[in-house]
Each structure stands twice: as C-alpha cells, then as structure tokens.
C-alpha cells in the first residue's frame, strides 16, 4: 500500500518513509530461527545499532527478497550458527 509522508528533511510529500530505530535491546533467537534479525520481503529504513543478538541456526542478520537501505552498526552478535550476515543481491 502507498502512503505519502512529509517526514523528510524538507517537509515535502514523499513515498519514503523516515527511519526506524532498532536499539538497546538484548534478542534471542530461538525455536530454530534463521537469523537474530531478519530485514527481508521489503523491509526497509531501518537503523539496527547497539543491541545484542545471540543464536540464529545460520546468522545473525538477514538482508534479502527486496530488503534495502537497512543498517547495522555496533551491534554484538554471539553464538551464531554458520555466518555472521546473509545478503543476496536480487
């Protein structure tokens, strides 16, 4: 669904939305999951910093099927499976 913000810098009409802010928590993936985090199937605009993420069966973060323009910085991301990111370029 398209929505129109006036969020950006210079208050005209846009598609884009500002961006989210993943911060200050403690995550656990459990039940076989994945990835810590996993920004996929279109998510976009997000700010990932400063959390700890352990387990993930394969990694620690997920970037693909669309996902774009989500960033991750000091982030501490232990007990990883295989990798620490999986991104797919589409």
């Known amino acids: ?23 200050n928590n403690f995550m656990v993936a ?8 996993d920004n ?7 700010h990932t910093h400063d959390n700890f993420f352990v387990y ?4 620690g973060l997920k970037n693909d099927f669309g996902g774009h323009d ?3 910085y000091n982030n501490i991301y ?3 499976g ?3 990111f999986g991104v ?3």
């Open 78 to 80: 232990g007990y990883l």
């Open 70 to 72: 989500n960033h991750h």
């Open 1 to 23: 669904q398209v929505y129109v913000t006036k969020v950006n810098k210079n208050g005209t009409p846009s598609t884009i939305k500002e961006y989210d802010n993943i911060y």
């Open 40 to 46: 996929d199937d279109g998510s976009c605009y997000y």
């Open 88 to 90: 797919v370029g589409q």
């Open 30 to 37: 459990d039940y076989n999951a994945i990835a810590a985090i």
């Open 82 to 84: 295989s990798h620490c």
């Open 56 to 59: 993930g069966t394969k990694m």
